[in-house]
């Protein structure tokens, strides 16, 4: 979403570097990348923490909790290893997502010093 955003507006205060509405047009966008990667940050920290717990996995299978109880059973604490599989999926994604905030972020400071 902010990827052609930031290069479109590169690309026209390098065109019309002496133009400085391309360069004040920045602030608001760096700042909104700034936020966006504190949250996908903080979703990172939470799926780490989660991941370091297999007790907390193992309370994310909602249906197999259910299953074993209608049968009387309790749930093995060895059933998280898909929950783990996903948590760390997501966590890969949103790893990759901040290293794209913090490129675009680096493209924008490059773009404004250019300026």
């Known amino acids: 979403m902010y990827k052609p955003i930031v290069s479109s507006l590169t690309t026209r ?3 019309n ?3 400085d509405t391309g360069v004040q047009r920045f ?10 990667g504190l949250q996908v940050t903080q979703a990172s920290e939470c799926l780490t923490a989660l991941l370091n717990d297999d007790h907390d996995m193992v309370q994310l ?5 259910a299953n074993d109880r209608k049968k009387g059973e309790k ?14 999926e ?4 949103l790893h990759n ?3 794209e905030i913090s490129n675009m972020i680096k493209q924008i400071e490059g773009s404004n010093d250019f300026a």
């Open 27 to 36: 602030i608001p966008l760096k700042n909104s990348l700034q936020g966006f």
């Open 90 to 93: 997501y966590s890969r994604q």
């Open 61 to 65: 299978l909602l249906n197999k909790q």
């Open 75 to 88: 749930l093995d604490i060895k059933h998280h290893e898909n929950v783990e599989l996903l948590l760390k």
């Open 13 to 15: 205060v390098s065109d």
């Open 17 to 19: 570097f002496l133009d």
């Open 97 to 99: 997502l901040s290293q």
